[in-house]
Each structure stands twice: as C-alpha cells, then as structure tokens.
C-alpha cells in the first residue's frame, strides 16, 4: 500500500487523530484492482503509551 497527505492532530496532551489517505492494491478472482480511502484512527495516551481507539475508512470519492 501508499500512504499519502499524511496528518497528526494533538488534543491536549491525552489524545491524538491520525488521518491520510491509503492506495491499495487488491487481488479477487485473479485481478488486481487499486482502490483509494481515507483513514482516520483516533489514539489516546493510556498508561504512558498510545492506543488506538478508534479507525475509520471511508472510499475516496471522484471529486477529490
């Protein structure tokens, strides 16, 4: 895969979002195919390390 435009938010000191857009390549029924999506995961600070809570994927849409 291919990481693109990627971000970090900081909200205060406990939490963090992470988003970028992702280029996949997928195999089904002997073709590859590339697909784009957005990700989004959502991380806080728990016991002096940062844990993913949340991820999120959406498709890219043509507009963008």
Not at 23 to 44: C, H, K, L, P, Y
Request: charged residues 25%; proline residues 2%.
């Amino acid at each position: 895969y291919t990481t693109l435009f990627r971000s970090v938010q900081l909200l205060g000191d406990s939490a963090a979002v992470f988003t970028h857009l992702v280029e996949s390549d997928i195999e089904f029924g002997g073709e590859v195919s590339t697909i784009n999506e957005r990700e989004t995961i959502v991380f806080a600070y728990r016991d002096h390390k940062w844990v993913a809570v949340h991820e999120h994927l959406s498709p890219e849409t043509a507009s963008e």
